[in-house]
């Protein structure tokens, strides 16, 4: 399977040790290759490699902090289990997606880390009611990188930049 993604607008807050000192925008695009296997109705595991470029421009904040050009390239591994009973307004069931990516120079990388990201999703119904909870995890492994910036793990609320090892 061949993917393309482009983003645009996102919003990132820089949180050197907590505290939010400027906004940045982020423009990404990106390419990759993955292949994966179907796990009956309910599942899927996928490999791939990726590449791609971006740009985080200064949107609120000092103006002497920099502007940052950013290329990302590496392989992943996905993991995901779906149970929810409708994509759209689910009453009952679960959804799990884990992935590890593994960024590298060789393609094309800033830097070499790598990243476990996991989100997981669980709805329940009594009567008319619905109760939907999630959690959403991100963090980087014995990383010397000192931000990571992606739109991937942003969610609904905007991208976040972390320092290594967050």
Not at 102 to 113: C, I, K, Q, Y
Not at 145 to 160: D, K, N, P, Y
Request: net charge neutral; glycine share 12%; with cysteine.
């Amino acid at each position: 399977m061949h993917r393309g993604r482009v983003s645009s607008s996102a919003t990132c807050k820089a949180l050197p040790a907590k505290r939010a000192i400027a906004r940045y925008r982020i423009t990404e695009a990106e390419i990759g290759v993955d292949f994966g296997r179907e796990l009956g109705r309910w599942g899927e595991f996928r490999v791939g490699a990726f590449r791609g470029t971006g740009n985080a421009a200064l949107k609120v904040g000092d103006p002497q902090l920099p502007d940052l050009d950013f290329e990302n390239g590496g392989f992943f591994v996905n993991f995901a289990v779906d149970t929810l009973d409708d994509g759209q307004i689910p009453r009952d069931g679960s959804a799990v997606d884990l992935r590890w990516e593994m960024s590298r120079p060789a393609l094309g990388a800033d830097n070499e880390f790598d990243a476990l990201t996991g989100n997981f999703t669980t709805v329940n119904s009594w009567g008319r009611h619905s109760l939907l909870v999630g959690l959403s995890v991100a963090t980087t492994i014995e990383s010397e990188t000192a931000v990571r910036i992606s739109s991937r793990w942003a969610g609904s609320c905007g991208c976040r930049a972390w320092r290594a090892g967050n």
